[in-house]
């Protein structure tokens, strides 16, 4: 089978609090990507991330980070120092060699002041 | 700059209409998709196109159609509309190098759609 789990439906933090959000996913595929997307308040759909099955490494964008491990089959996604900007649905997808995109059912994000 | 619109973005049909939400994209992209997104079950892929006359069904396909008659455009159409297709649309395009696998899929804003 060929899943994404994000298991945390809603996460609530206090402004300038690190939050991570998990994803795990199941493939038998060797190759595959995995994608993180942030939906804000306003609805649209914006890609944040995507990596190969191939590169392990841990990815920075200024507060924004990834932690891939196949090891545990996660690609967790932690923000540092929240800002109530980053309050949104994300969603973490899989699109396996063999298949197509699959989403996960997205955690929803709040940010308070 | 480059990008992918859907239209329309909000509307209201009655049971039993044909509906068709247009998406078109300036980015001169292969793939073309559309999912909805409904509460419980994240975002599913309804139809989607690898090139010009290339079209195929997706996870739930049912009482949708696609045609695409050129690059820019993949208008989605209920060929007869029922509730349970109320629903938020997404259109969605990514680029083909040869091999469309895993390359980055971008979203439109999304067409909200009620069907009373």
């Known amino acids: 089978a060929q899943k994404v789990t994000q298991a945390q439906t809603e996460i609530s933090v206090v402004e300038k609090e690190d939050v991570t959000l998990d994803c795990v996913y199941e493939?038998?595929?060797?190759?595959?990507?995995l994608f993180w997307y942030k939906q804000p308040p306003s609805g649209e759909l914006v890609f944040l991330i995507r990596?190969?099955?191939?590169?392990?490494q841990n990815e920075i964008s200024g507060r924004y980070s990834w932690n891939f491990q196949k090891s545990t089959s996660s690609f967790n996604f932690t923000i540092t120092a929240s800002q109530v900007v980053d309050s949104a649905v994300y969603f973490c997808?899989?699109?396996?060699?063999?298949?197509?995109?699959?989403f996960g059912q997205g955690t929803t994000l709040q940010v308070k002041p | 700059d480059a990008e992918i619109t859907q239209s329309p973005r909000h509307k209201i049909t009655e049971t039993g209409r044909q509906v068709t939400l247009a998406c078109h994209q300036t980015?001169?992209?292969?793939?073309m998709f559309w999912y909805r997104q409904d509460l419980g079950h994240g975002l599913r892929l309804i139809h989607y196109s690898y090139g010009v006359q290339d079209t195929n069904k997706g996870e739930v396909s049912d009482g949708y159609s696609v045609s695409r008659s050129n690059t820019e455009d993949l208008p989605l159409t209920l060929e007869s509309a029922a509730s349970s297709q109320t629903s938020v649309y997404f259109c969605a395009s990514s680029e083909s190098t040869g091999i469309s696998f895993g390359n980055t899929i971008y979203f439109g804003e999304g067409s909200w759609l009620t069907v009373v």
């Open positions: 980015w001169n992209h292969n793939n």
């Open positions: 990596r190969n099955s191939f590169d392990e």
């Open positions: 493939t038998r595929d060797t190759t595959y990507y």
């Open positions: 997808a899989l699109w396996p060699n063999t298949g197509k995109l699959i």
